[in-house]
């Protein structure tokens, strides 16, 4: 409990003197109230059971699994190759971002790396996927709180993304276009040019979200100050991503490790926020999202001539060994544990996927808080349901 | 690749000139020796890239204690790892073709171990900028290992999948209930001796359609071809 905010505290004393007064005096009984599994404000089938006294949140747990696929022990029959084809579905919103640890992982197990086209390519598809899921996230962001201009913009603005990653991937949602060694084609003609005008629209969706949504008060009075979470709880629960980075921790894997990516040829920022609150998780989110058009249109002048794979054997064995590796992704902190035995499959994959980290503070975050606050928050925390489960 | 606790790595012929990252993990290492002495049992350090260790199964929890006071504060993620080799292989060799003798070593991958099961976790130093594996064995008789729960509250949900998913329980955690599986299910899901039941049931349907892959040397056409246009 060391660090926590007056607030968190006040709150939970609260509860606590909540749940005695029910007992004891008034014989009152608590009321459990179970969001979801199909509840719109879940993103999907997440459960969460809460128990309230008046208003009051007392205690919650959140109940996954309805989605779960297994694919920890699916990839144990999978050979190399096929297992992008299971990691596209994990994060469906930004498909590509998921294949690129697991890639990775496989190349450095192989001790080979992409030639520089690829990686400039490979990081241009991947702050795209970043575009088009935050984009979703920001629109959808009014739709929990009734305002429902924001999510068509959003489904408007997003489509030329998904457009241009269906351009370059054949693949709207599950592009399975990252190869061990560097990808499946090169780019289609036009696509740099194309690519340049949807960024200048995806700017100007960022302005537009954030005069009708950012400044607007309705908007500002139900995210200041709710769900605050201080850095060390955040740190402790491993939340990564923009969660992390909203409760004030300067830390981004695009620029804190050596990868084989191309971020480090762009200039760009890492956005923090000192007030962890749920204002600040979607507004570093914002933030991010025009990072990450300042990425693309920078990488887009500097694509490098030359091959697109490097020279990789037909059949793919993975020499034995471990490796992690893990990526920024649009949800936060995504990283795959390959370990390999030598034959064509991975031997055992542990998927380290953001929301699963992200989801788990929930009993912490929501107790004490209020019930229309219950949807802001787990709004702001942003999960995606095949995140969580995998 | 060399191994800490066999030799100085100087002596390394083959090794690059030592370049910042390599003193970085090394004094992790000894930062680590310094607090929790001869509960490590085997350090794997590849330099400028990672870094392995493995502890006493009885100084898990220490372990955690120690590196959070070192700095590693952020929790990555913590599962286990079953080290058996699968005996039902992987559902898609050749049916008609005579049955290869299953692997039955137990092999337990960069930092060695005397179990078959090990639990693992990832930690990291936000400030260094530096990750760490940390690993245990489990005992085969009894697999239990402490909690890491009081350290790192995330933990929570982690050890809740790996005790549902491995069979592999921790002492002093406050709700060892299952997520995914209902409650009266037999088995432990991502043990190597579990089957994939759709696999026993029908053998990967991609097996019907392979054609014979190309034979390895023959000159690379389309390697060829992508240099050309992309030149």
Redesign the interface.
């Known amino acids: 409990m060391t660090m926590m905010s007056e607030r968190q505290q006040l709150s939970y004393i609260a509860s606590q003197a909540a749940d005695a007064r029910l007992n004891v005096e008034l014989e009152t009984e608590g009321m459990t109230l179970n969001i979801g599994p199909q509840h719109p404000a879940t993103h999907g089938t997440l459960r969460i059971i809460c128990r309230l006294d008046g208003e009051q949140v007392v205690w919650a747990e959140p109940g996954c699994g309805y989605m779960h696929r297994g694919y920890e022990k699916l990839t144990e029959v999978r050979t190399f190759p096929q297992v992008t084809t299971l990691v596209n579905r994990i994060d469906w919103l930004g498909s590509f971002a998921n294949e690129v640890p697991f890639i990775l992982a496989a190349e450095k197990l192989m001790e080979i790396e992409a030639p520089p086209r690829a990686q400039v390519i490979r990081t241009i598809l991947f702050e795209l996927s970043r575009i088009a899921n935050v984009s979703l996230f920001l629109g959808d962001l009014g739709v929990q709180m009734g305002a429902v201009t924001p999510v068509f913009l959003a489904f408007r603005d997003r489509e030329y993304v998904l457009n241009l990653i269906e351009g370059a991937t054949g693949g709207r949602f599950h592009p399975n276009f990252d190869r061990i060694g560097g990808l499946k084609d090169d780019l289609p003609k036009g696509w740099i040019d194309e690519t340049r005008q949807a960024i200048a629209k995806l700017r100007e969706f960022c302005d537009i979200i954030e005069d009708l949504l950012f400044g607007n008060e309705i908007f500002q009075s139900r995210m200041r100050g709710i769900g605050i979470i201080p850095a060390d709880i955040a740190k402790d629960y491993g939340l990564s991503g923009a969660n992390l980075r909203a409760s004030g921790v300067d830390f981004d894997l695009r620029r804190d490790q050596v990868l084989p990516m191309a971020w480090d040829k762009a200039d760009w920022k890492v956005w923090t926020h000192p007030d962890g609150d749920s204002f600040a998780r979607c507004w570093v989110r914002l933030q991010e999202t025009r990072e990450s058009c300042k990425i693309v249109d920078q990488l887009l002048d500097q694509i490098p001539a030359g091959p697109i794979m490097t020279k990789v054997p037909r059949i793919i064995k993975v020499p034995e060994g471990e490796a992690w590796v893990s990526t920024e992704n649009p949800l936060g902190e995504m990283g795959y544990y390959v370990v390999s035995k030598g034959d064509l499959g991975p031997f055992r994959v542990k998927i380290r996927s953001a929301s699963f980290n992200n989801i788990s503070i929930v009993p912490w975050a929501l107790k004490g808080v209020y019930v229309p606050d219950i949807i802001t928050i787990l709004a702001s925390l942003y999960f995606i349901l095949g995140d969580i489960d995998r | 690749m060399a191994r800490l606790s066999d030799a100085p790595p100087s002596t390394d012929a083959d090794e690059t000139p030592a370049l910042p990252g390599d003193g970085l993990r090394e004094g992790i290492v000894d930062d680590l020796r310094n607090r929790i002495g001869d509960a490590i049992v085997d350090v794997h350090l590849v330099p400028?890239d990672?870094l392995?260790v493995r502890v006493r199964t009885d100084a898990w929890r220490q372990t955690a204690d120690a590196l959070k006071a070192a700095g590693f504060?952020?929790?990555?993620?913590l599962?286990g790892?079953?080290w058996l080799?699968?005996p039902y292989g992987?559902?898609?060799e050749d049916p008609t073709a005579e049955p290869e003798e299953p692997?039955t070593e137990i092999?337990q991958?960069?930092t060695g171990g005397d179990t078959r099961f090990q639990v693992?976790a990832?930690l990291v130093d936000?400030d260094r900028?530096v990750?760490i594996?940390v690993k245990a064995d489990v005992p085969d008789d009894e697999p239990v290992v402490e909690t890491w729960t009081t350290v790192?509250?995330?933990a929570?949900?982690?050890e809740r999948e790996c005790h549902e998913?491995f069979g592999i329980g921790f002492a002093g955690h406050p709700d060892l209930r299952n997520?995914?599986?209902p409650g009266d299910f037999e088995g432990y899901?991502?043990r190597?001796d579990f089957p994939?039941l759709s696999?026993m049931i029908k053998p990967?349907p991609g097996i019907v359609d392979v054609e014979p892959?190309?034979v390895?040397d023959e000159p690379?056409a389309d390697?060829a071809a992508?240099?050309e246009?992309?030149?």
Request: hydrophobic fraction near 35%; proline fraction near 6%.
């Open positions: 400028n990672d392995w504060t952020f929790f990555g993620f599962s790892l079953d080799p699968s992987k559902g898609e692997d092999r991958g960069v693992f990832r936000l900028h990750g594996t790192f509250a995330g929570n949900w982690h998913m997520m995914y599986l899901p991502l190597k994939l696999r990967w892959m190309p390895q690379d390697q992508q240099e246009s992309a030149s």
